[in-house]
Structures are given as structure tokens and as C-alpha cells.
């Protein structure tokens, strides 16, 4: 009976463990609980530079969404294509969030939303080009409704082959929440072009007035 220890007569051998260890009880306790998060997750699931590439990457495709979407509501009077512009506006605003914790949480510096769908991003599949932006902001009514359907399947079929790129990239994707998000990105978008090759063709082949 005398090798039974009671709870309170182990607490100074626990304290004088702590101390053997120092500072690995402290780095835990003063990381904020997100960062803490995010290293637990990052150690079991690994990120590569194919994973920031990608989330920095789709911040400005999706940047360059919004900016198409939000063309819609003085150029149209498409009660269907407003939807479909709000609704991509929300869920992408969204997805930007998603992905700018995601690269600030590992040290990554993040470009502005605002100044994410430009410069070194123009060359990402589906970006339009500076014409086609001009020659949409430029457009109204039908016409602005063909295009806008038109050139925004572009820019969804490009989402999907960047994550057709990621996942045949050795090594990327790992971490949960790349995987996850590229995985949501290509149903949704797949399934968004199917509604919108619908929506177009209703458009193009819808009889004009005389």
C-alpha cells in the first residue's frame, strides 16, 4: 500500500517536469488559439508552396468575380443574372476570407482583395483580359447579359483547372483545408457553368421582337 501516491502528493513532480521543459508550456500558452490551430494542423497536414500559390492565387481570381458581378446591377434588368451576380459576390467575398486566414495564419503576406485580380494574376486561367473587362463594363442589357454569362464561364472553367493543377501537383493539398476548399471550389463552379451554359443558351436562342 505504501507505493499508492495520492493526486496532490504528484503535483511537485509534475511542476518540476514543467520546469525541465521550459518555454515549451509558455510558446503553447502564448499563442493566440488560432495560430496554435494552425501550426497543430499545418504538422499533421503539410503545406507546400503549391498550396499558397494556389490560395494566393485564387484571392485574385475571385477578386476579378466580384468585379464582374458587381457590373450587374446597373447594366441589366435580368432578374436571374442579378441573382446569379449577388449569389457569386456573397459566396466569393466568403471564400477570399477563407483563404486570406488561412495564408496569414502560416506567415504569408496577402495582397489587398482590392489589388488581388490584377497585375501578376492577369495570366491565371480564365482572368479576362483588359478588353474583355472593358468591353463588359461597356455593354447593357442583352448584350451585357450574353457576355456576362460568356466570360464568366471563362473565369469558372480556369478556377477548375487550377484545381485540376493543385491536385496533380506532388505533395499539395494535403492540409485539410486546401483540400477541402479546392474540392468545394470545383463542385461549385462546375456546377455554377452548368447553370450558366443553361441560362446562356435561353438567352441566344430566345426569339427577338420584331
Known amino acids: 500500500m505504501h507505493c499508492i501516491r495520492s493526486r496532490h502528493s504528484l503535483l511537485p513532480l509534475v511542476g518540476l517536469l514543467v520546469a525541465i521543459v521550459p518555454g515549451q508550456a509558455s510558446a503553447q500558452g502564448n499563442a493566440p488559439p488560432v495560430t496554435a490551430r494552425a501550426r497543430a494542423d499545418s504538422a499533421r497536414y503539410p503545406y507546400t508552396a503549391a498550396d499558397i500559390r494556389f490560395m494566393t492565387g485564387m484571392i485574385g481570381h475571385h477578386a476579378q468575380a466580384i468585379t464582374m458581378s458587381e457590373l450587374a446591377p446597373s447594366r441589366t434588368d435580368n432578374g436571374a443574372i442579378r441573382t446569379l451576380a449577388a449569389r457569386i459576390i456573397n459566396a466569393q467575398r466568403d471564400e477570399i476570407a477563407i483563404m486570406t486566414r488561412w495564408l496569414r495564419e502560416r506567415g504569408q503576406v496577402v495582397a489587398s482583395a482590392d489589388h488581388a485580380g490584377h497585375d501578376g494574376h492577369a495570366m491565371m486561367p480564365g482572368m479576362l483580359t483588359p478588353a474583355q473587362l472593358q468591353e463588359l463594363t ?73
Request: no cysteine; charged share 25%.
Open 138 to 210: 461597356a455593354a447593357r442589357g442583352r448584350e451585357f447579359d450574353r457576355l456576362y454569362l460568356r466570360l464568366m464561364i471563362q473565369h469558372h472553367e480556369g478556377a477548375v483547372t487550377m484545381v485540376t493543377e493543385l491536385f496533380g501537383t506532388d505533395g499539395a493539398a494535403q492540409d485539410q483545408t486546401v483540400f477541402r476548399f479546392a474540392s468545394d471550389v470545383q463542385v461549385d463552379q462546375r456546377t455554377e457553368i452548368a447553370r450558366m451554359q443553361r441560362m446562356l443558351a435561353a438567352i441566344l436562342f430566345a426569339p427577338t421582337a420584331p
